[in-house]
């Protein structure tokens, strides 16, 4: 079923007409009818449904909205932390741990960081990531919006998780713990992940000094994207609506 993003308070009951990016997408992309039925939801949990009553020009009609209070959030809520990495990267990870259930997002920069954002392009950065958390939304069933923050010195962000009494992983190439050995975490998990090459000793021993425990996974070297992505599986996997 499609499913439309909405960001304002949702109509039920009378008809509503699709913004016209939506609406662009619903008749001239995905083709639907008069009759299909669609999803409406607003990022903070609340989704609707209804059916198509008109296509007109560059107007969509949605008729007969009812609330579904459909929930599809995992039990287990995690914060990613990851390192700024080049445009196509992020935009993967953005997308498939917002997939896999991740309430937040905290971009870092670090040392190794490939990608490095001047201020005057943050702003822009994060509504582009907003776009893609969306989509990803879009697609896979969420009615919540993961929390995108914006991108923060890793220092300075430890510095502010020394304060904070969550479940904290690093995934460290000679991380000593194994995730299926230790504790169901009590509360929201963080999970850092470093740039294409690493971290430097000192942000790993910062974070060390903060709280994080070093686990990995396997035997094998990952790319960043693909370490992201594995952790946030292995800990749905266990802890989560993965298992």
């Known amino acids: 079923m499609a499913r439309f993003y909405f960001k304002q308070l949702?109509?039920?009951?009378?008809?509503?007409?699709?913004?016209?990016?939506?609406?662009?997408?619903?008749?001239?992309?995905?083709?639907?009818?008069?009759?299909?039925?669609?999803?409406?939801?607003?990022?903070?949990?609340?989704?609707?449904?209804?059916?198509?009553?008109?296509?007109?020009?560059?107007?969509?009609?949605?008729?007969?909205?009812?609330?579904?209070?459909?929930?599809?959030e995992s039990p287990l809520q995690v914060l990613l932390a990851q390192a700024l990495t080049s445009s196509e990267k992020m935009d993967w990870v953005i997308q498939k741990t917002t997939e896999l259930g991740v309430i937040e997002i905290q971009p870092l920069d670090t040392e190794r960081s490939v990608a490095k954002l001047a201020s005057e392009r943050i702003a822009k950065r994060l509504e582009h990531w907003q776009q893609?958390?969306?989509?990803?939304?879009?697609?896979?069933?969420?009615?919540?919006?993961?929390?995108?923050?914006?991108?923060?010195?890793?220092?300075?962000?430890?510095r502010q998780m020394?304060?904070?009494?969550?479940?904290?992983?690093?995934?460290?190439?000679?991380?000593?713990?194994?995730?299926?050995?230790?504790?169901?975490?009590?509360?929201?998990?963080?999970?850092?992940?470093?740039a294409e090459g690493g971290f430097t000793r000192a942000e790993s021993d910062a974070a060390l000094r903060c709280g994080f425990t070093p686990i990995r996974m396997g035997s094998r070297m990952m790319r960043t994207e693909t370490a992201a992505i594995a952790g946030l599986v292995a800990l749905q996997t266990l802890w989560g609506d993965l298992s």
Do not use: Y
């Open 10 to 72: 949702l109509p039920t009951g009378r008809s509503f007409e699709l913004p016209t990016e939506a609406a662009h997408h619903a008749a001239r992309v995905l083709r639907l009818r008069v009759g299909d039925s669609v999803e409406i939801f607003d990022g903070k949990g609340n989704e609707h449904r209804g059916q198509i009553a008109e296509i007109s020009g560059k107007m969509v009609v949605v008729s007969n909205l009812s609330a579904t209070n459909t929930c599809r």
């Open 162 to 194: 020394q304060k904070v009494s969550d479940t904290k992983f690093i995934l460290l190439p000679d991380g000593f713990a194994l995730l299926h050995a230790l504790d169901r975490p009590q509360g929201k998990v963080v999970l850092l992940i470093g």
């Open 132 to 158: 893609v958390a969306i989509s990803a939304c879009e697609q896979c069933g969420r009615n919540v919006l993961p929390e995108l923050h914006a991108p923060l010195d890793i220092m300075s962000w430890l």
